[in-house]
Nanobody, 114 residues
Framework: VQLVESGGGLVQPGGSLRLSCAAS????????MGWYRQTPGKQRELVAT???????NFADSVKGRFTISRDNAKKMVSLEMNSLKPEDTAEYYC?????????WGQGTQVTVSS
């Protein structure tokens, strides 16, 4: 199983970034896909998830600013991040969950700074 994130980088406050995650080795369409993030010294926290039926869930801190979507044909999940704030700075991880098992990607760094 591989989850490969891309799209991270440096962006100014108020800016936007789009993260993508390409999955392989799993039956993508049945998995709940998600994004978590982590900053040094803190636990990983949920950012957003999208179920196999495209039901979405967001952390309160990103509601209204972030959007999650999936493309089952391409086996990809994306996280559109708008109105970014310095507190969004973190390593972002793609996840795939099904039947009690979670797979994790290696992460991509997002830095929001002027």
């Amino acid at each position: 199983v591989q989850l490969v994130e891309s799209g991270g980088g440096l962006v100014q406050p108020g800016g936007s970034l789009r993260l993508s995650c390409a999955a392989s080795g799993i039956s993508f369409s049945i998995h709940t896909m998600g994004w978590y993030r982590q900053t040094p010294g803190k636990q990983r926290e949920l950012v957003a998830t999208i179920t196999s039926g495209s039901r979405t869930n967001f952390a309160d801190s990103v509601k209204g600013r972030f959007t999650i979507s999936r493309d089952n044909a391409k086996k990809m999940v994306s996280l559109e991040m708008n109105s970014l704030k310095p507190e969004d700075t973190a390593e972002y991880y793609c996840t795939a969950y099904w039947n009690g098992r979670t797979w994790w990607g290696q992460g991509t760094q997002v830095t929001v700074s002027s």
